[in-house]
Nanobody, 120 residues
């Protein structure tokens, strides 16, 4: 069992930045792949980025490449999503997720979500 708590969401103007954090408790955080997903009103939840247990491998959805950076600090049991050059279309509830290495994202542990609103 892994408990995830996101923080750092808020209201920001287009072009601004936010840093989301995901604090983990429970089983050894370092063995899990960490991911960020988002869900905008009226849309399905979508994959944003993930990072391997070691931090050596990252993936991003095309729409955030070059603007968002995922990272993790296993010593602090915390993951991060640095979001720069934010756009109104980035407005969504952002969720942190964790899964075991080798599994897909069909049934991960989820956080409760944090709202990100980007004004134009």
């Amino acid at each position: 069992q892994v408990q995830l708590v996101e923080s750092g969401g808020g209201l920001v103007q287009a072009g601004g930045s936010l840093r989301l954090s995901c604090a983990a408790a429970g089983r050894t955080f370092s063995i899990y792949t960490l991911g960020w997903f988002r869900q905008a009103p009226g849309k399905e939840r979508e994959f944003v980025a993930d990072i391997s247990w070691s931090g050596g491998s990252t993936r991003y959805v095309d729409s955030v490449k070059g603007r968002f950076t995922i990272s993790r600090d296993n010593a602090k049991n915390t993951g991060y999503l640095q979001m720069n050059s934010l756009k109104p279309e980035d407005t969504a509830v952002y969720y942190c997720a964790a899964k075991r290495t080798g599994e897909n994202w069909s049934n991960p542990y989820w956080g409760q979500g944090t709202q990100v609103t980007v004004s134009s």
